[in-house]
């Protein structure tokens, strides 16, 4: 919600400004110092600029372009020809799936390879929103931020939902987009594991302390970051940091013409 202080509302997902912050941290990690960025010109961009703010102090990015695009345009060349200017060794973006296979394929037909990093519904990471519209060698290595595990994570928890997604066959179970399901699997653990600690206390008081609480005693659903809201103002901004997945666009087991996410980084809040 554009007021995310509000005392009913609780966001277990992490943000998409954490999300860009991940994804500098690992730009950092790799030994990158200029940095820029290509954004929406609306609240969707001005999460990625935001995370430019909060990260280039902690590393000391050279931030050397930060360009807008408007919102379902297709016109995103100028932006493109201005971070190739800027030499910017990578790039995070915050476009919808369209926009940003344009850029990719763009930065591919100038020769420019900078890193790529996008916050996880502008990547589509784990799907092929985004990769599937672009030129394959041009999507090659792009990075996603993770809200949650992919669906094919050895973990027992993804592997139990895994187990129920697949015996299900009722409303909806044709969705190509299975992530929305452990997404959401993974939201009501944790909230089920809120209604325990309320110990059958069910008042709005009592709920409200106990997950203002949770900042002491985190929540850990191993297919999400840690759960730990505070109070408000600002706690209730529940997830702490974020995982990253790359894209191989050529490992294509099943044949499809859609390559494989892989998880690089471990769900970790940013660096501060």
């Known amino acids: ?66 360009e807008e695009v408007e919102a379902g345009s297709d016109v995103v060349a100028p932006a493109v020809l201005a971070v190739i200017e800027s030499e910017a060794e990578a790039v995070l973006t915050a476009l919808d799936g369209t926009q940003n296979a344009l850029v990719f394929d763009q930065f591919f037909e100038a020769g420019f390879s900078p890193l790529i990093c996008s916050d996880g519904g502008s990547a589509g990471a784990g799907g092929a929103t985004t990769v599937q519209l672009a030129n394959p060698e041009a999507v090659d290595g792009y990075l996603g931020a993770l809200q949650h595990s992919l669906t094919d994570d050895d973990e027992p928890f993804v592997q139990n939902w895994l187990a129920l997604w697949e015996a299900y066959d009722g409303p909806g179970s044709q969705s190509v987009a299975p992530n929305f399901s452990l997404q959401t699997y993974s939201i ?80 970790q809040g940013p660096a501060t």
């Open 188 to 267: 009501a653990a944790s909230f089920f594991e809120l209604m325990d600690r309320l110990d059958g206390n069910y008042a709005y008081d009592n709920f409200h302390a106990n997950a203002e609480a949770i900042v002491d005693d985190p929540i850990i659903v191993p297919s999400v970051p840690p759960i730990v809201c505070g109070p408000l103002p600002g706690g209730h901004n529940c997830a702490s940091g974020a995982g990253l997945a790359r894209y191989d666009a050529f490992d294509d087991p099943d044949g499809d013409g859609i390559g494989t996410w892989t998880q690089i980084r471990d769900f």
């Open 1 to 66: 919600p554009q007021d995310q202080d509000i005392q009913e509302v609780y966001l277990t997902n992490s943000t998409r400004t954490e999300q860009g912050r991940i994804c500098l941290d690992h730009f950092a990690e790799q030994g990158v110092t200029k940095v820029a960025a290509i954004g929406q010109d609306n609240e969707l961009g001005d999460e990625a600029f935001d995370a430019i703010d909060l990260q280039t102090p902690v590393h000391g990015f050279d931030v050397v372009a930060k």
